[in-house]
């Protein structure tokens, strides 16, 4: 069977080749020879125990091809084919019939169901611990599920910040299968293609963890290239090579910074390395390393350098697993295939399907079998199927979304699972916040009841209660009868200790005062005394032994000694005088004994100084008295003993003071005996007090109980009346609340019955509505509502989501904060604040934005952007400090860093979180919030950044801005009504909010009261209030509704203000796509309303203020942006303006509207009823076609072919808006459906038609120009406020702008912005912004990087002078700063129209000075004339070919060098030859005008006005240039200016040359272009006025193209039929490349029609070139890739008869032989044409050579019908039309064009060849041949001679030319 297999491989493997070819949306169905080895490895994976029978080598056999093969697959179906036909059929015809039944169903093989073996504790040291890898098949998925749970819980604890919850339900558990099996191979590569979200990455990390590798992915950050990269590479190499361990490198389309990533991806997929990746010494390093390891593996192998590298790369090769992440959502994915396609062949790829419904299912079941749901086991079985029901919903809407509006929006597995998640959040919080409610209720009735059973108990309790109180009573008064006789007793002895008491205080009083007394004279002496005891303390008994030993002290000492004997009334010797000194002589030898003594310095220090009398004083004085008797000699003489004398000398003043004091002392004494006898008599005293007190306390106590007995019977008493009273009250009181609370209670019950499908609409809202429109919200609630219904899950049917998920309170809040009050912005503003993922908005009017700021200003927001240089460290403190974060003006790609915070991958650390921003980890905090916003108008964000964001479009809508417009009005016009409206919701609130609080109050007091209610005396007044309150809310309530009702009244009154203003937006907003500069946003706009409403006129009457304001507000919004339009925009404006306001209101039909924009552009002229007659123009009969589907034109075709005189009197009329219509329809039409008729008949009349409609819908002023006036628009800026001028040709500004700086005396300095400038327009800005001036930035679309910074700059710099201005100039550039642009205040400032304008602006520049520089008499003549020339040519250019050929960008400085030189010219002119005409022409002709010329007709045209206009004929008084346009004669430059103001305001074509019907083309483009812009900026909306969508009615266009296109010209046919014909004949020669070129056109017309209808289909992706297609087919236009092969067209309609009949003139001339006329025009190459017919006649006339032979025409009388046989040489041609001129066919001359008659067709004109050498007959006029009516060298064939009457100057000057096409 085996050797069966391995051809049955080879045959299945080519099956698929050939059945399943790759087509533009598979383009990755590529086969190659890699896939068979793939599918062989995979099989000999296998172990031989595991299969060893036949059926299980099929079912891996059928295993291994799927994988290999059907797993790139896109859709189920071929997938089925694959398993169910082509693997059946090949083991039927190829491996034998009889083992086709053992096929089975679905078998998957994995290698990772084993467990690792137990350790027994005996194995040996090299024994293997890791599972053992076995490639079988799986027992069931149920057990493979279980095994992958286990799986991914080890996982979960190996990996940090790991939280990865899979649910493994059938399609997660295949593709796990799929992803494990090739990384489990060496070098086993996987292409995972599916949109983001699909789990490929969660898949391929599990598969990694069970496959024991490293799993490594790059680390974004913001400066990662290539060169990280490489390191990363080197990395993954080292651990895949070196260290021999697997490695999975899982890389996502993400993470392409640079499309140079791929190139190395592809190198590494394609052959396993990449080149130069190690420097040498890095190889040296790393191949020393593997030595042993080589030495192991391969013993015999020798370990050379080259063998270890070898060895180093196969390893790495077999151990790095690359793992792409891929997209498939736009083009990128195909192109990167393409360009590299080692991502597909290096892979075995497979392809991620939408998540099936069961997978939806499964999810919802496994997240929510374990949720609390309040239902029924079936009610929540319903619910987690509408889950996915609802996701897949919402997947078939954004498709839907995408082909009605053009945005982009996307749901993946990602946004389910967000989903599910946010409804059991969402489903937790109400539940317990209606539970708790609830229960609060519930409690609350309890305990109602309760009281009501207290009542009667109460009343038995009382009468016993009131008994008890009498019998009490009488004991009280018992007692208080005893209490008073003790109480007088008591009182008598009180009297008699309060005598004895004030007796001892007066003894008290008196000691006190004495006392003081001592004390402050005893005070004077402390100070010697204190210092006497300081000297003592410095003796020390050593001193003092010292002194005694002494044999002869000094004198001092002695004295000394008997001063202290005499103070201690010692013994002294006899009074002797001493023979030494003139005192005693001192008792030495008593001193001696004194000092002797044991306590000698203890008594010095204790000495008793009281006892000191005057005897010892007197006695003591001698010695102090002595003059040496002092310290200082006693501290010289007896050193430390000098304290002594210090201290005699205080006793001695002590006593001084102290004699005073002593009889004090002595009375104190005398005093304190007699207190002592007074305190004896009052204790005695007290005590009898005492004793009486207490005997009157124990009557008191008595008394006392008596009464507390008696007051608790009568508070017993009291207490149970009011419990009664209270009860009562209570019961009645809550009469109310109860009936109330009961009914609450119930609904409660109710409430949480319904929240399982309230929340789950609430939260579908929530995760899925935010992209979509209010429309398409209410489609899909309305879709869920009704799927609920079917399924029976309960649901609110009145819910209001709004209502539901946020408070009328926080609505207020919100729209105090700005966000505008309308439902969109309303439900935007839930999903920002309850989304659960952060929010991205759509905000081009930065309204969101603005919300944004003012809500979370006091929370620090921080501002950022992706550009800002420190954004990175923007996010981190934000993250970390917890606060709000705002990245602004983001495009279409986030910040990478920012995934892990966008998917809150936030890992927990403790008790805090982290989360990784790049490679850094930061903490997260919890007031962090996110919010991101675009100013982009429609971004495509991937489905990776809609799974990760919450999108919402913040877009403000019609509708929208209606309904803020309508508050803005009645916030003006009826002030005190609105602020009456608001004061009373603020109210309204808090009175709600104080209710709600009350209520609340109330219920929790009744739950929290312990015990009975009727104790709490407080709940009554609480019950109380609430009543007072409640009474006075309903009646303010009810207030607020009347006013309510009043105001909306008035509102309305007001709407149609608000829905002008919104038209008015709207439109001003769409011609921002007819010119990129045209932006003006929402701010200014709102500006302009409401000065609109400030400044237009004021009434009593509402109906009357009402048509002012919008009568105001119309017209001042119309002058403000016609003045910021280019001349060709500004009636495009005017129009668009009447039409929608006339759209709105009713006046004009959608489809009236279609038929004035698109006319009978999309009708085939073959499919429609034949015209009736010749002269009615192709065009214009298609036009009427259409126009009579219209109700009031039904009728027309008939009339028209009825009254054919009637109508071409009408249409060949001069101005046929002017004149009646035939058949009634003058009265029976208005002004628009005249429009339509005559936009119908005569396109060229169109804009006036246009301007009558307008001035009757709009009024006059609405056609009449807007001057610019600069002064005004400077008024209207502000230093804030910058002034933009939008260039044109011959437009700059600057010397206005710098005279009216003159006129204001005001400084002005101008700089042209380019490379380099920057430093002086900010060094400008500085100075002028301090100064005071105004800045001119020249050209700033030169400077686009600067104008970011300069908006900063002029928004933010602080202080700026008052007089300062920023002007500005610039080109329209597709990348200018739409921020600048839409805070500038714009204007145009084009050269003026018409003759009269030009001339004027030249003389104005003229000074008399240069008037009078010559004073020849031909100066002024010449100079008038060159002016005029001027004029002329610039005039010219509007008149497209007829004019010139190329419009050439003629200018102001043209004029002056041909001034300049006329001037030169006349000063050195001879006077008697006179002026040189031939220099004077060449000059001007060649030179000054003519060196911009570049074509060789225009050149002619130009040297033709010269030669008619300049020379000796000008100065004649009859010369002039055209009827009424002389050559004034005039001295002064004011004389001038008077003759040009007379000239004629509109100007006939003819004063410049050209026939009177060139104006008729001018008109008829400007018509052209008008309608065609309006066509182009029309929403690519899919609901056209017969409500198919876009891709309908191509399709069925397509199909209808696709029936008419006629079949490929077959080859080998061609070839053969040219043979017959002479295959080498230069005609036939020249057919077989028109044959070729016209089949590669069939060709392509073919295949893309074929396409288009399958990609509308949605079998194959929608292309670039598709897209193309299908919007150019929409809009009846040629597609682009057509008109590349083919030829130009002007409607897709010509474009396609156009080539069915080029077609028809190639078959018949191939098929029937060669035509008799030819149809030049059919032919891709004319020229090629004209050079074979040259060929031919060449050939025909012996000795002609081709170079000589020169091609001549006659012009036949005959037309093509009248042609019956060819001519002898040459050929005949048809088709061609005079453009300019009409032919006279009779005279077979050119004559003057018949009025209206653009195109004269030529009869057949003969052209042949002649061999000549002289040049053509000057008489005759030498017409040029183009292609188109545009006339560019490209479209040149060649020039014809053509006959005339007239000169053939004439004609050159009126432009005429041939055409073969004037369609």
Known sequence: MVKDIVPATRILWQMTKTKMLPTPAKFHYIFNLRDLSRIWQGMLNVDGSVVSKSHQLLALWKHECSRVIADRFTCQGERDCFMKNFIPKVVNEHVGSQYSEQIDEESYFVDFLRDAPEPTGEETDDADFEAPKIYEPIPSFEALAAKLDQNMAMYNEAIRGAHMDLVFFKDAIIHLVKVSRVIGMPQGNALLVGVGGSGKQSLTRLASFIAGYKIFQITLTRSYNVSNLVDDFKYLYRVAGCEGKGITFLFTDNEIKDEAFLEYLNNVLSSGEVSNLFAREEIDEITQALIPVMKIEYPRRPPTQENLYDFFMSRARKNLHVVLCFSPVGEKFRNRSLKFPGLISGCTMDWFSRWPKDALIAVAQYFLSSFDIVCSEDCKREVVIAMGGFHDAVA????????RYRRQTHVTPKSYLSFISSYKDVYRQKHNFIGELADRMNTGLAKLVEASESVAELSAELTVKEKELAVASAKADKVLAEVTVSAQAAERVKADVQKVKDKAQAIVDEIEADKIIAESKLKAAKPALEEAEAALQTIKAAHIATVRKLAKPPHLIMRIMDCVLLLFRRRLDQVVADPERPCMKPSWSDSLKCMSQSGFLQSLQTFPKDTINEETVELLLPYLEMEDYSFQVATKVCGDVAGLLSWTKAMACFYGVNKEVLPLKANLVVQEARLNVANGELSNAQKELDDKQRELDEVQALYTAAMAEKQALLDDAESCRCKMQAASDLINGLAGEKERWTLQSEQFEDQIGRLVGDILLATSFLSYSGPFNQDFRLRLLTTWKRDLKKRQVPYSADLNITSMLVDAATIGEWNLQGLPNDELSIQNGIIVTNAARFPLLVDPQGQGKNWIKNKEKEYELQVTNLNNKYFRNHVEDSLSLGRPLLIENVGEDLDPALDNVLEKNFIKSGRSLKVKVGDKEVDVMSGFRLYITTKLPNPAYTPEISARTAIIDFTVTMKGLEDQLLGRVILTEKQELEAERTKLMEDVTSNKRKMKELEDNLLFRLTSTQGSLVEDQSLIAVLQTTKVTAQDVSEKLQVAAETEIKINNAREEFRPVATRGSILYFLIVEMSMVNVMYQTSLKQFLGLFDLGMARSEKSRITGKRIQNIIDYLTYDVFKYTVRGLYESHKFLFTLLLALKIDLQRGLVRHDEFQTLIKGGAALDLNAVEPKPFSWILDTTWLNLVELSKLPHFTDLLRQVARNDKGWKIWFDSDAPEESPIPDGYQNSLNTFQKLLLVRCWCPDRTIAQARKYVSDSQGNRYTEGVILDLEKTCEESDIRTPLACLLSMGSDPTNQIESLAKKLRIECRAISMGQGQEVHARRLLQQFMASGGWVLLQNCHLGLNFLDELLDIVATSDPVDNNFRLWFTTEVHPQFSINLLQVSIKFTNEPPQGVKAGLKRTYGSISQDLLEVNDMPQWKSMLYAVAFLHTTVQERRKFGPLGWNIPYEFNQSDLTASVQFIQNHLDDVDLEKGISWSTVRYMLGEVQYGGRVTDDYDKRLLNTFTKVWFGDHMFQDSFCFYQGYVIPKCKTVDEYLDVIEVLPLVDSPQAFGLHPNADITYQRNVAKEVLDTVVNIQPKDSSTGSGETREVIVYRLAQDMLEKLPPDYVPHEVKERLQKM?????????????????????????????DLKLAIDGTIIMSENLRDALDN???????????????????????????????????????????????????????????????EVTRLHKGWALDSVVVYNDVLRHMKEDITSPPQEGVYIHGLFLDGAGWDRRGCKLIESPPKVLFSPLPVVHIYAVNATGPKDPKLYQCPIYKKPHRTDLTYITAISLKTALHPNHWVLRGIALLCDIK
């Open 1622 to 1650: 002479g295959s080498l004949s230069s005609m036939n020669i020249f057919l077989r490349q028109e044959i070729d070129r016209m089949q590669r056109v069939i060709k392509l017309v073919r295949l893309t029609l074929t």
């Open 396 to 403: 078939e809407t954004c498709t839907e979304y995408f082909q």
């Open 1673 to 1735: 087919m929409f809009d009846a236009k040629v597609p682009h890739l057509w008109e590349k092969v083919s030829w130009d067209s002007s409607t897709l309609g010509f474009w396609f008869t156009e080539l069915l009949e080029r077609n028809t003139q190639f078959s018949s001339w191939l098929f029937e032989g060669r035509p008799n006329v030819f149809w030049m025009t059919g032919f891709f190459n004319p020229q090629g044409f004209l050079t074979a017919m040259r060929q």
